[in-house]
């Protein structure tokens, strides 16, 4: 009787381990499936637990960046109020690793090199400073740059650790802003450059009735940004008010000049790493947002624009409409505290027909603009077709061989070596970059005249100048200053197929 009992036991025990669940059936199901329901058995773990917590939308909840990113897509109004927590002790790693490592350095006169010796240890405080409200911004050392029309730039050098901040910043805002910002805006984004934003402008002006230019100029832009209505911009997307007081810190913090603190309610620095996003920002309400929304809501003739930072261009195919978006953009432009630059600011005829037609009213040549280093002119093709030709700006070039002649005469007593690998950089550096179709005189002009400098210099090295004669410099310069050539495919080309059938915007 007592093994019957354990017998019937054990087969009771096997029946429970493998019990057979059948799956629930269809909602609208018939009565009687036409198929037997497959069971399955039970899983090792509990089968309410899920892999991510849900919210009330019963979505699950992404976590990191990629899901900021999302849901700013699927979400246009979105306000993102908890942001601060995505910078991590790994997040400010990276963002130290992405900073430039040849850049000045600020006010705490620490460089790159000398902060990555002390980084392991200073990131867990750091953290601990960002998140408990600690922080301090330092205030930026300013310095000036020569411009090309002879006047001076203000720039801003960022002590280290604040740099290394605002990237983290940087990198947290950005999956938010990159789903805002619109298609002709390409300043200073991830995968976008200069040469994209000209590849733009030229297929616009090649591909779309455009018969007239707005080459608008922002007067003293940067220094010009109101604080609270910037931070009254950022606040819209990013409601986490931790991250927009780390953004008021830095603008508030002012700059140090002549060991002097000054304050600004103004402004952004200029060169700051935090300063090309929130400029971006502010034109994005500013400027784009109003433009797309003429755009759609007046469609009369073709408008483009194409924008890097704070130079913009538009082109029209009617002068009225050029006209009434000029006067337009000054008042747009004066209720965000902005102007337009009253001389650098032109509307001038352009295009594939601004020449006959200027011919026909017995007027000369159209007039050219600048864009990005380049200036743009209406020109023709051996056959006498039209051709959107762009030169190297004039006193951008001449600006350069201007300190190239100052940097040799410094290093004049330097060794062939040494100064000719730093020549073969500088030089190949300019044709990388204004290597475009069409402009080969200015880039064998550049080679000229920067072989002419250095030929110049060698022989003030010794006052017999003669012992430097051309035919012993002819091998020491086909050593050193490679030939430029052509080495960009022509923009409407390359726009094809960056940005394959999509519409320019």
């Known amino acids: 009787m007592k093994e019957r009992t354990r017998r ?3 087969e009771a025990n096997r029946e429970s381990d493998s019990v057979v669940v059948p799956q629930k059936s269809p909602n609208k199901g018939t009565p009687v499936p036409a198929e037997e329901m497959e069971g399955r058995t039970l899983a090792k773990r509990n089968a309410g637990e899920e892999a991510t917590i849900r919210i009330q939308s019963r979505e699950k909840v992404s976590y990191g960046l990629e899901g900021v990113r999302r849901r700013a897509r ?4 979105c306000c993102f109020t908890s942001l601060l927590h995505h910078i991590t002790p790994e997040l400010l790693r990276q963002s130290f690793y992405e900073l430039n490592r040849k850049a000045a350095p600020g006010i705490d006169k620490m460089k790159w090199q000398d902060y990555e010796k002390q980084l392991e240890e200073r990131l867990p405080n750091l953290h601990a400073e960002i998140h408990k409200g600690s922080y301090r911004a330092k205030p930026v050392l300013r310095t000036y740059i020569p411009k090309a029309d002879g006047q ?20 947290v805002l950005t999956p938010i802003y990159e789903t805002e910002f619109y298609g002709f805006s390409y300043g200073y984004r991830p995968e976008r450059s200069p040469h994209r934003a000209l590849d733009a402008l030229a297929t616009g002006i090649l591909t779309r009735p455009i018969n007239w230019i707005l ?18 911009l950022i606040s819209r997307r ?9 953004i008021r810190k830095w603008l508030k913090t002012g700059y140090s000049e002549e060991g002097k603190i000054i304050r600004q309610t103004a402004g952004t620095p200029q060169g700051s790493v935090i300063s090309p996003l929130l400029a971006n920002i502010y034109l994005h309400y500013a400027l784009d947002e109003w433009v797309e929304s003429e755009r759609r809501s007046h469609p009369d003739g073709e408008v483009i624009i194409v924008r890097f930072a704070d130079d913009v261009v538009l082109g029209f ?16 432009l004066g209720f965000y505290s902005l102007t337009l630059h009253p001389r650098k600011t032109r509307l001038i005829e352009f295009g594939r027909y601004a020449a006959e037609r200027r011919k026909k009213r017995g007027e000369g040549k159209p007039e050219s603009f600048d864009f990005l280093g380049f200036t743009h002119l209406c020109s023709k093709t051996r056959k006498g077709t039209y051709f959107l030709k762009r030169k190297t700006k004039s006193k ?6 201007r300190d190239i002649k100052a940097s040799l005469r410094k290093q004049m007593h330097a060794p062939f070596h040494q100064t000719g690998s730093w020549l073969r950089m500088v030089v190949q550096g300019h044709g990388n970059y204004f290597g475009v179709p069409g402009n080969s005189k200015s880039l064998k002009s550049f080679r000229d005249q920067v072989v002419k400098a250095w030929y110049r210099s060698l022989r003030r090295r010794s006052q017999k100048g003669r012992a430097m004669r051309w035919e012993r410099f002819r091998p020491i310069v086909d050593a050193y200053i490679p030939y430029l050539r052509i080495c960009h495919e022509f923009p409407e080309v390359r726009f094809a197929n960056t940005q394959g059938r999509s519409r320019m915007r």
């Open 317 to 332: 195919q009617y002068k009225t409409v050029a006209e009434r978006y000029l006067e337009a953009l000054k008042e747009r």
């Open 74 to 77: 699927q979400d246009k109004t």
């Open 396 to 401: 951008g070039q001449r600006k350069t061989l």
């Open 8 to 10: 019937i036991d054990a």
């Open 215 to 232: 080459d608008a100029d922002l007067q003293n832009f940067f220094d010009s940004i109101p604080h609270n209505a910037l931070l009254e």
């Open 152 to 171: 001076q730039r203000p720039l801003g050098v960022t002590a280290i650790e604040d740099k290394l901040v605002q990237q983290a910043v940087v990198n």
């Open 238 to 246: 990013v409601g986490d008010k931790r991250v927009v007081r780390l």
